[in-house]
């Protein structure tokens, strides 16, 4: 199945700094998706997206449903060292009827004192 | 809240055996997937399921095989584990439909094949 292209692969902050990560696709989707993996865990659902230009927060955490339908954004403000984890985005394509969706490759955040 | 529950965390098995993994959902969603994850190579599906007795092959399908007899409960069978099937195995739920497709996942279970 189809991978939504997510950047950055890894990226490695000091605590206090904002993170952003996105994730491309060339197909449209209906929803948009942010999980949070932790080591041994199952990913955790961060935020949904439902609707093009649509801009949500979850406390520090931040995603944009790209006006395109084909892109979304995370930004995590002030990081701490509980955000280090990876994060995973996922869509639902506008084309399936069954409710697959497609995953990103995950973006690791490790975060240092 | 919505709750995916896999019967097992760690899982070791022999070359060749059948093994079940067992997964249970609370909230009475329609849809239901199997996924595993290997480093590099994110998420990938094995079979969903989208109502009772009804499965559809994933993206890896080629070694496993699937059980839904209740909405809420949803196997992956090894038919005969092999090496390569060692990997860190995903349950996942979902409304679906117009209810919404955010899939909601287990705690994982790490299977180790010998």
């Known amino acids: 199945g189809q991978q939504l292209n997510q950047s950055p692969q890894s990226m490695f902050i000091q605590e206090g700094e904002d993170v952003s990560m996105n994730c491309t696709s060339s197909s449209i989707f209906n929803t948009w998706l942010w999980y949070k993996q932790e080591p041994g865990e199952g990913p955790v659902l961060l935020i949904a997206?439902?609707?093009?230009?649509e801009l949500t927060s979850n406390g520090r955490l931040t995603a944009q449903f790209g006006i395109t339908r084909k892109d979304s954004f995370l930004n995590i403000s002030a990081s701490i060292p509980s955000d280090v984890g990876i994060y995973f985005c996922?869509?639902?394509?506008?084309?399936?009827?069954?409710?697959?969706?497609?995953f990103g490759a995950g973006t690791q955040v490790v975060v240092t004192p | 809240d919505v709750k995916v529950t896999q019967s097992s965390r760690y899982l070791v098995k022999r070359t060749g055996e059948k093994v079940f993994l067992e997964c249970v959902q609370d909230m009475d969603h329609e849809n239901m997937f199997w996924y595993r994850q290997d480093p590099g190579l994110g998420l990938r599906l094995i079979y969903f399921?989208?109502?009772?007795?009804?499965?559809e092959k994933g993206d890896i399908p080629e070694g496993y095989s699937v059980s839904r007899e209740k909405k809420e409960r949803f196997s992956l069978i090894l038919e005969s584990a092999s090496t390569n099937q060692t990997s860190m195995y995903l349950c996942?739920?979902?409304?679906?439909?117009?209810?919404?497709?955010?899939?909601?996942f287990g705690q994982g279970t790490r299977l180790t094949v010998v």
């Open positions: 997206l439902y609707k093009a230009g």
């Open positions: 399921s989208y109502d009772v007795k009804m499965k």
């Open positions: 996942a739920s979902s409304r679906g439909g117009t209810g919404g497709n955010e899939a909601f």
């Open positions: 996922a869509g639902h394509m506008t084309t399936d009827s069954w409710g697959k969706l497609q």
